[in-house]
Each structure stands twice: as C-alpha cells, then as structure tokens.
C-alpha cells in the first residue's frame, strides 16, 4: 500500500477532498452486474419450480409471486447496471480529454450520464447544469494541475452547491480552484491579461437551439495578444477578440472575469 496512491502518488499538485476516484464508479458497475447476474439465476430458478409446482398448491402461489417480484428486481438492478455503465463511461471520456489536453473537444451536453447533487433520477446532470464545474475542471487543468475529474465532480457537485435552477453555486467552483493552488483577480473585457486562464459567467440570447438556461460559465484563454480560446461555448472559433467573441455567442449580459493564476 502507498501513502499518496489516493492521489496518484502525486500529493504537491494533485489534491483528493472527497477521496473518491473514477475507479470506485467501476466497482460499482462490477457490484451491479455481479448483482444482476445472481438475480438473473434465482429469477430463473424460480421459474422453473413454479413450472413444475402443482397447480393450486401453497407451492404454486409462493413460487409464481416470488417469480413475479425476481423480474421487478432484475429489470431495477438492470437499469441501475445500465446507468452506472453510461456513468462510467462518460467519467471515462472526459478524463481522457482532460488529460489529453483536448479542451476544446469537450462538450457538456455529451456528459447526461453524469449525474449530481447525488441525484440518480436523471434530473440533474453535467449536461443540463454542469457548465460551471466544467469551467473549473478545464481551468485547473490548463495551469498544469492533474485533475480527477470523478473526485472533482462530486465535490463541485455536491448536494449542498445546488441553487436556483439547478445550477452550482459559483463558490463552490471558485473554492475549487482555490484548493488547488490557484489565485483569483477580478478583471473585465478591458484588462485582460495575455497568456492567462479564466473563468466567466454570462447572460446569452433565448435560443431554443440550445435548450438550456439563458447563463452560461466557460473557461477561456488568453493568447499573447490578449485574444480569447473559448472552453465549452456555443462558439467554436480560437484566438478571436473578446468583443467578436461575444457577438458570436450572443452574450447580452457579461458582470466581469475573474482571471486565475497559479
């Protein structure tokens, strides 16, 4: 056993608040499916004893409602496997973008398996409100810091960080960065900085094309020029002016950037 392994042995530059890794979302897909599988046994077991139970018998009935309640619980655990697999998977996929450095890949509509506020109904997830841990996730990764994307989620996207709408508290994303080392300084469209990472919040037009709330959090870049590479925006193009940016976007209201530094 190794003292740093929860954190990739890597304790200067990579932190683990919740001590959760993506890992333990594979050994859940594992319990589930070992769950499964001895349902799947004991519903077929049962079948056949009320196939061969005589028909009027105490037998008969015992063995036909325990069938009936072993298809309930095998279709339940099925959906469950089903669900923690996409989670899975999806925790996977942007792990590698993030550490392939492929920022701009990273779309969070690709992410509804990733559920948060410990909600497993679907009704909150990364793709509808995960803009902001997104943010911060992509903004932590660019300053050179490893980032466990599952341990980071659960933390941003703890229950107590919900607010109205469903969103995440933007102060969880802010003590996020924080924790790991980073220093924020408010700035505005006329001072940014060149070469520098940060992380802003807006208010777009209503456009029914991308079906979710009127604000959106992104984290972007600064070239040497001071021109902008947006993170998970509607608009797609790099190393344009903030201004062109905006109108691109279709930003409306923009209260100001807050640059992070390491």
């Given at each position: 056993h190794h003292l740093y392994s929860y954190c990739g042995n890597n304790p200067t530059s990579m932190i683990d608040p919740t001590g959760h890794k993506i890992e333990d979302v594979r050994d859940e897909v594992f319990a589930l499916a070992h769950q499964y599988s001895v349902a799947s046994n004991r519903k077929s077991w049962l079948k056949t004893q009320w196939d061969n139970a005589t028909k009027g018998t105490d037998s008969y009935y015992y063995f036909k409602?325990?069938?009936?309640?072993?298809?309930?619980?095998?279709f339940d655990l099925s959906c469950a496997l089903?669900?923690?697999?996409?989670?899975?998977?999806a925790l996977v996929d942007l792990q590698n973008r993030i550490d392939s450095g492929d920022y701009k890949s990273i779309r969070q509509s690709y992410y509804s398996a990733i559920p948060l506020y410990g909600d497993s109904g679907?009704?909150?997830n990364i793709a509808k409100n995960g803009c902001g841990i997104v943010a911060g996730i992509i903004a932590v990764s660019i300053t050179g810091i490893d980032v466990d994307v599952h341990d980071a989620i659960l933390q941003m996207g703890a229950a107590k960080n919900k607010i109205i709408q469903g969103a995440v508290n933007p102060i969880a994303v802010s003590e996020y960065l924080m924790q790991n080392g980073l220093t924020p300084n408010a700035s505005n469209a006329q001072s940014l900085s060149p070469n520098s990472t940060y992380i802003t919040y807006y208010k777009w037009v209503d456009d029914v094309d991308r079906?979710?709330?009127n604000w959106h959090y992104i984290c972007f870049t600064t070239d040497s020029e001071c021109n902008v590479t947006p993170y998970n925006a509607w608009c797609k193009k790099e190393n344009i002016s903030w201004?062109?940016?905006?109108?691109?976007?279709?930003i409306v209201f923009q209260p100001g950037f807050t640059q992070w530094i390491k």
């Open positions: 409602s325990a069938y009936s309640q072993a298809i309930d619980d095998c089903r669900a923690k697999r996409a989670e899975y998977n679907g009704q909150y079906k979710g709330s201004e062109a940016f905006a109108n691109e976007e279709g």
